[in-house]
């Protein structure tokens, strides 16, 4: 089983910037569509961003303009650069497939304070 694994997160102020990490134990990368994925306790995980095999990308309204996903196949990695973060932005962030389908890491936390 391919096992995932998030980092990159922390404190930051509003208007700050992060990059997230997504390192797979195995190739999917190349042949998956990825997703950075966010959640906040006692609410439902929700999509951020997306990238496809071919490179094109999506984002969520709510990051759009702020966030850009992008992927290193060599690395079996996926990044989620966060810019311009808002307290609203603060949940732990996970990666997998689109549709999930791999067990969720650990995620990694980003708490951005006012």
């Known amino acids: 089983q391919v096992r995932l694994v998030e980092s990159g997160g922390g404190l930051v102020q509003a208007g700050g910037s992060l990059t997230l990490s997504c390192t797979a134990s195995?190739?999917?990368?190349?042949?998956?569509?990825m997703g950075w994925y966010r959640q906040v306790l006692g609410k439902q995980r929700e999509l951020v961003a997306r990238i496809i095999s071919g490179g094109n990308t999506n984002c969520a309204d709510s990051v759009k303009g702020r966030f850009t996903i992008s992927r290193d196949n060599a690395k079996n990695t996926v990044y989620l650069q966060m810019n311009n973060l808002k307290p609203e932005d603060t949940a732990v962030y996970y990666c997998n497939t689109l549709p999930w389908r791999l067990d969720w890491g650990r995620g990694t936390q980003v708490t951005v304070s006012s």
């Open positions: 195995g190739n999917i990368f190349s042949s998956n569509i």
